[in-house]
């Protein structure tokens, strides 16, 4: 190989990597609230933790079932904390099989009111509870005493409740969340013939759209390179965008060879 080409070659794959830690800094940057470097580590519950104060649950080995609301139409469950409201902006439930019918409401007290109960709409995104954030709730301030989940509603099958994470936002924590929904398990189902989409049903960052965003920014940034600077990347070659192209496809690949590897091993059991 000559040494333009192979430059060529070394400086695509050099933009590839930029262009791939250019994206999740720029994510990272207008998503996180927490501090870079440091800050509060997540604080979590388990379905063990929680008391149904009112409504029917059961506890199970995956977690709380929520089985009937009470005579008023509600199911209320809670617990203790104690932390800093301002060092944790996100309170994330993490439940399954929630109707799109129902009414949810996180419900919290503080040591600034401690007489008083505030309340936060939830929203359901594919069967499972969004995120709350915070942030911006003038009443989130001072020291959480206690967080609680009510549900107005009804629901023909029962709610699985696993636990509830309060989490500071931090660069480093969204970028492990971010990797977790893209790597969650998918099992198959009807229209699994036809397409996976990939992770997580409801997530904040999708994968294919950040290696979209990774291929438009390494092929403009090639281009420039190349219209300005030849004589670091040469002359500009088509075959390295479609490299790059290739190289975004690939990991979109793997991730659903590695999700394959998981259902074989699921269908065996059964």
């Avoid at 409504?55 to 977690?63: F, N």
Wanted: charged letters at 15%; hydrophobic letters at 50%; glycine letters at 10%.
């Amino acid at each position: 190989m000559s040494g333009t080409p192979r430059r060529t070659a070394v400086a695509g794959i050099l933009i590839f990597l930029l262009a791939t830690a250019a994206c999740l800094l720029g994510y990272l940057a207008l998503a996180a609230r927490g501090p870079w470097f440091g800050g509060s580590p997540a604080l979590h519950w388990d379905a063990g933790d929680f008391k149904v104060t009112r409504g029917t649950a059961r506890l199970e080995g995956d977690g709380l079932v929520l089985l009937a609301p009470d005579a008023t139409g509600v199911v209320v469950l809670s617990f203790n904390t104690s932390f800093r409201s301002r060092a944790y902006p996100v309170i994330a439930w993490d439940a399954a099989n929630v109707p799109e019918g129902v009414e949810l409401g996180l419900l919290w007290n503080t040591d600034y009111k401690p007489s008083r109960m505030f309340t936060h709409p939830l929203a359901i995104e594919a069967g499972h509870i969004a995120p709350a954030d915070l942030a911006g709730d003038r009443d989130w301030i001072g020291t959480v005493g206690g967080l609680a989940l009510a549900m107005r509603g009804s629901f023909a099958e029962p709610v699985l409740v696993r636990g509830v994470t309060a989490k500071s936002m931090t660069p480093g924590e969204m970028l492990s969340d971010r990797v977790l929904e893209w790597f969650t398990f998918e099992p198959w189902n009807g229209a699994s013939i036809n397409s996976v989409t990939g992770g997580a049903n409801a997530q904040e960052l999708p994968l294919p759209a950040l290696l979209a965003a990774i291929v438009l920014v390494a092929a403009l940034a090639y281009g420039a390179l190349a219209r300005w600077a030849p004589a670091v990347v040469g002359t500009f070659r088509p075959a390295v965008v479609a490299a790059v192209f290739l190289a975004a496809w690939f990991v979109l690949d793997a991730r659903w060879q590695w999700n394959l590897m998981r259902q074989v091993g699921v269908t065996y059991a059964q």
